[in-house]
């Protein structure tokens, strides 16, 4: 028997504002931020969906801006430099113990200390960077400024500054700085604010 269209109405109403209302008290970003050092960082975002695990550990910048279900280890020291980018559904990991969880077997649930197998390495990741969605940032890595992670891309090691990268194991594919000139030719007032963080010696 098919629905009255007061009913549908009925529903869709409802869902509609159920939508809004768990959007607003669950997802909702707002502006605002504090440091593990106490700092304040007023142009921060950092989605409540995301997991941060070990934030005593992460050094993170201002203008910074965290999107939504991203998994953040900082555990073995991560620093977020100002204007970075992380999308969604990224996973930025210091540690890794799978290969002694295999090598150890059950021992490994009472040992305690360094375990064979175990790598704990920091993370930088540059001012001013993009983290595409779906990409791993691997225990040790180092992103230079400017740089630019594409969607699904698995990174690992150290990278220069306006990098690219692209695929899984990710490698330089291009510089940001080529497909920033151009933008930068048609806004020209942009040149100094760019400068600011890219150095001038850097810049387009």
Same mark, same amino acid.
């Given at each position: 028997?098919?629905?009255? %269209?007061?009913?549908?109405?009925?529903?869709?109403?409802?869902?509609?504002?159920?939508?809004?209302?768990?959007?607003?008290?669950?997802?909702?970003?707002?502006?605002?931020?504090?440091?593990?050092?106490?700092?304040l960082?007023?142009?921060?975002r950092i989605?409540?969906?995301?997991?941060?695990?070990?934030?005593?550990?992460?050094?993170?910048?201002?203008h910074? $801006?965290? *999107?939504? $279900?991203?998994?953040?280890d900082?555990?073995? *020291?991560?620093?977020?430099e100002?204007?970075?980018?992380?999308?969604?559904?990224?996973?930025?990991? %210091?540690?890794?113990?799978?290969?002694? /969880?295999?090598?150890?077997?059950q021992?490994?649930?009472?040992?305690?200390?360094?375990?064979?197998?175990?790598?704990?390495?920091? /993370?930088?990741?540059?001012?001013?960077? $993009?983290?595409?969605?779906?990409? +791993?940032?691997?225990?040790?890595?180092?992103?230079?400024? *400017?740089?630019?992670v594409?969607?699904?891309?698995?990174?690992?090691? %150290?990278?220069?500054? $306006?990098? /690219? +990268?692209?695929?899984d194991p990710?490698?330089?594919?291009?510089?940001?700085?080529?497909?920033?000139?151009?933008?930068?030719? =048609?806004?020209p007032?942009?040149a100094?604010?760019?400068r600011?963080?890219?150095?001038a010696? =850097?810049?387009?």
């Amino acid at each position: 028997m098919p629905r009255s %269209t007061s009913a549908v109405w009925l529903r869709a109403t409802l869902n509609r504002w159920r939508r809004r209302i768990w959007h607003a008290w669950a997802y909702r970003m707002v502006f605002g931020e504090q440091a593990a050092d106490g700092r304040l960082l007023p142009h921060t975002r950092i989605a409540p969906s995301t997991c941060i695990d070990a934030a005593h550990a992460l050094q993170l910048a201002d203008h910074v $801006f965290i *999107g939504q $279900f991203n998994f953040i280890d900082a555990s073995a *020291g991560l620093v977020i430099e100002e204007g970075v980018q992380i999308t969604h559904f990224v996973s930025i990991i %210091t540690h890794s113990t799978h290969r002694s /969880v295999r090598l150890m077997g059950q021992r490994g649930s009472t040992t305690t200390g360094a375990r064979p197998g175990d790598v704990r390495a920091p /993370v930088r990741i540059g001012a001013y960077s $993009f983290i595409g969605p779906h990409s +791993l940032v691997e225990a040790g890595s180092t992103l230079g400024r *400017g740089t630019l992670v594409c969607a699904y891309s698995r990174v690992r090691g %150290t990278f220069p500054d $306006f990098a /690219v +990268l692209q695929g899984d194991p990710a490698c330089v594919v291009g510089d940001t700085r080529e497909r920033d000139a151009a933008w930068l030719e =048609k806004d020209p007032e942009l040149a100094e604010a760019y400068r600011a963080w890219a150095g001038a010696e =850097k810049a387009p």
